[in-house]
T-cell receptor, first 115, second 111 residues
Framework: GNSVTQMEGPVTLSEEAFLTINCTYT??????LFWYVQYPGEGLQLLLK?????DKGSNKGFEATYRKETTSFHLEKGSVQVSDSAVYFC??????????????FGKGTLLTVNP | DVKVTQSSRYLVKRTGEKVFLECVQD?????MFWYRQDPGLGLRLIYF???????EKGDIPEGYSVSREKKERFSLILESASTNQTSMYLC??????????FGPGTRLTVT
């Protein structure tokens, strides 16, 4: 099945710094790719997604581009805020079949932003 | 705007007790999941349900069972709680475009 490797954390940045969290994947075909965010004490929520190669997903100032050449989907933000402190997960469908609606997740990267 | 709800945010149970964790989604999704989340281990799938009364074991089903009597409701059951089941439990459902929606989580402590 498909798999994902995500940059291990933790990552600590100062406010307004540039953020990159690396994510690479192994997949059959070109599945949709996702980033999820988990704020302290909460469940995960979808941050952004890309459904085909060269697509750029974006939300709340975060961006990620689906790069099939490098099998990557790195998360970036130009200027982080304290409120961005959270755990970030990269994910993709676990199998290639349409009936298999499971996602496989990276281990998560803890981001802490200091004022 | 509530989509996935879980019956409790925090729960404390004693070893050997039977524990029920309830999850409800309002998006008419067929597929629902129970995960547990532990530091350093990421998300681990316990059980998956792809339709009413249909279920499939995930990666760590031992010590757990599930029930799906209605489409919107998916319950996780710990038949005899043990201390190693102390964890954060997350329920989720998923759309046909693979967008997964999570509940707020239940932090279960077994003493």
């Amino acid at each position: 099945g498909n798999s994902v490797t995500q940059m291990e954390g933790p990552v600590t940045l100062s406010e307004e710094a540039f953020l990159t969290i690396n994510c690479t994947y192994t997949a059959t075909g070109y599945p949709s790719l996702f980033w999820y965010v988990q704020y302290p004490g909460e469940g995960l929520q979808l941050l952004l997604k890309a459904t085909k190669a060269d697509d750029k997903g974006s939300n709340k100032g975060f961006e990620a581009t689906y790069r099939k050449e490098t099998t990557s989907f790195h998360l970036e933000k130009g200027s982080v805020q304290v409120s961005d402190s959270a755990v970030y997960f990269c994910a993709l469908p676990k199998g290639s079949g349409g009936s298999n609606y499971k996602l496989t997740f990276g281990k998560g990267t803890l981001l802490t932003v200091n004022p | 705007d509530v989509k996935v709800t879980q019956s409790s945010r925090y729960l404390v149970k004693r070893t050997g007790e039977k524990v029920f964790l309830e999850c409800v989604q309002d998006m008419d999704h067929e597929n629902m999941f129970w995960y547990r989340q532990d530091p350093g281990l990421g998300l681990r799938l316990i059980y998956f349900s792809y339709d009413v009364k249909m279920k499939e074991k995930g990666d760590i089903p031992e010590g757990y069972s599930v029930s799906r009597e209605k489409k919107e409701r998916f319950s996780l059951i710990l038949e005899s709680a043990s201390t190693n089941q102390t964890s954060m439990y997350l329920c989720a459902s998923i759309s046909y475009s693979y967008e997964q929606y999570f509940g707020p989580g239940t932090r279960l402590t077994v003493t």
